[in-house]
């Protein structure tokens, strides 16, 4: 049976960083996942209905609007599971104008029901330090404690996921200079 997991993590947490370490090294020992990052397939519906030019500029569209592509995205999705294991690269939520918008409300759930979610995570101040690096997205500016305060509300979002699914959660720290052992948590969560 094919396995479907979500990996998630703020902005700056290295998430994708650990994903693209991690599946190499899987498909070499004969472990095989389609990685499809969730924000792309979402970026593709919106842009199709001509709502974006950019990703950063759905987290700024009306909620309803937001709930109607994330939908459609999870349906997408889960017919890739049909196919093979599926790892899913997405946010646990998202920082509007209006407040925190679940990355994966119920609806996305039902559609996808994951059998683990992993949550990656690094320092607060780590996490200001590479957003300020990265120059390839438009980001708006974050405190330190906003962003540890983003941290905490993904831990509790990935539990209630967890809950409505019944899929097991894990947290994997990507501190500085220690992407290897990231790496190593994420090939041994996805064998």
Partial sequence: MNRIVILTGIPGSGKTTVLDLAIPALEKEGVKYKSVNYGTVMFEIAKQMGLVKT?????????AKQKEIQKSAGKKISSMATVSSVIVDTHCTINTPRGYLPGLPEWVL??????????????????AVRRNKDTSRSRDAESVDD?????????????????????????IKNE????????????????
């Fill in 110 to 127: 039902k559609e996808i029901m994951p059998d683990t979610i992993v949550l990656v995570e690094a320092g607060a101040k780590n996490i």
């Fill in 55 to 63: 990703r950063d500029e759905m987290r700024k569209l009306d909620p």
């Fill in 147 to 171: 962003i540890q305060y983003h941290q905490d509300i993904n831990r509790a979002a990935s539990i209630a996921y967890c809950i409505m699914t019944g899929a097991t959660t894990k947290i």
């Fill in 176 to 191: 500085q200079d220690k992407l290897e052992y990231a790496t190593k948590e994420m090939i041994d969560v996805l064998r």
